[in-house]
């Protein structure tokens, strides 16, 4: 006999394809079960943060960030990267779509339902409520444009970051944590390599996004490479190691080699200018520019 208290779905319109069940029914578990905040781990910390700011469920949201801001480490800082430029992307997306949409309800919904069992929550919580999952439909592919707009959110400096921004505060933990703390546990991970020949280090800078790359390069207290001859010359190798990341790049993207004309068209080159004499603030200044496509002049047979 089901002793069960019936039950209706509730949908719930996402269009976040980062937020999961386990997520969602973590947040619905926490207004019911305070400890359900001893679900949250590094792994699912992202999800459950993003998922506590849809619900407004500000406490949760805190220690989510919390959780996440800990994570920042040598071994995660690019992927945390990654992550910051994607969430970017898909804020600017979601916003388009949803103007786009008219607001639709039922686009990318999921089922959460109460009474049922939650196959991947254990404990008293699983037992007190479930989770049933539908297809989601709205997912979104980021476009170019909105890659290039997110990439200037890495240019705000920590005041203009709202308390209750829990992602624009992880892109500036993330943002000071290469500026100061990278460099420290990469010289105490391995204190015989000098920071501008460590590996890691290079690759790190290499792939960062242009905006980051820039801020960081050109802020005078980024100390860690020494003087600004010295962040000069890292610059100038940096910048020579992302020209040949982004020509293999457009080569895998065209599915065969780009010759040079074409090479200077979709690739932006970068370059970095070192000047003297000047007064207080940074001495060394990265900037990008995109070449102008080659034309060419078809003349007509007489």
Known sequence: MDMSAPHEPVRIALVDPEITDEAIAICLGYLYAPFAVNLITPINARPVLLASILLALPDLSSLAYDLCRKS??????RSWIEWCDAREEQEIVSSRTAKRDGGDEN???????????ANYINGSLASAMGLSAGGRSGSVTPSSEASVKAGVAWVSGNNEVQQDDWVGRLRSDVKNYLSHGYAQELARKSPETPLATNPEFLA???????ELFKSLLEDASFTAL??????FGFARKIIASRRKRALALANARSGQAVNPAQAKAQVPVENVVLRFGGGSGSNVHVTRKTQARALWKVEKDA
């Open 72 to 77: 920042i480490q040598v071994d995660s800082v």
């Open 107 to 117: 686009e990318g919904s999921q089922e959460v339902g109460f009474g049922g069992i």
């Open 204 to 210: 790190t800078f290499t792939s960062l996004p242009f």
């Open 226 to 231: 020494g003087s600004d001859q010295e962040r």
